[in-house]
């Protein structure tokens, strides 16, 4: 069993930045592909990033590429990600999650999900 809580979201104008954490019991970056999902309001879920240790790879969403970076520090079993040039357009409720499929960017291929932060991006 894995438990996902993340952190570090909050309001910001745009061109700001934030980091995100998701703090895991057990190993969660060794055993998971473990991804940044959101979902904003009337919106359905949708994949953000995701990294790996097993082919030492992550994934980013075309809108987030160049400006959302995922990585992970294994001694403290925490995945981050640092959000900068934030835009309106990334106001949602940020998620972690830990699967088994490797690169899923769907989120019927998580198992393990956190609560959700909010990022609330202002013009």
């Known amino acids: 069993q894995v438990q996902l809580v993340e952190s570090g979201g909050g309001l910001v104008q745009a061109g700001d930045s934030l980091r995100l954490s998701c703090a895991a019991s057990?190993?969660?970056?060794?055993?998971?592909?473990v991804a940044w999902f959101r979902r904003a309001p009337e919106k359905e879920r949708e994949f953000v990033a995701g990294?790996?240790?097993?082919?030492?790879?992550?994934y980013y969403d075309d809108s987030v590429k160049g400006r959302f970076t995922i990585s992970s520090d294994n001694a403290k079993n925490t995945v981050y990600l640092q959000m900068n040039s934030l835009k309106p357009e990334d106001t949602a409720v940020y998620y972690c999650?830990?699967?088994?499929?490797?690169?899923?960017?769907?989120?019927?291929?998580?198992?393990?999900w956190g609560r959700g932060t909010q990022v609330t991006v202002s013009s």
């Open positions: 057990g190993s969660l970056v060794t055993n998971y592909f």
């Open positions: 999650a830990a699967g088994t499929k490797l690169a899923a960017l769907s989120d019927k291929d998580y198992k393990f």
């Open positions: 990294i790996t240790r097993i082919i030492r790879g992550s």
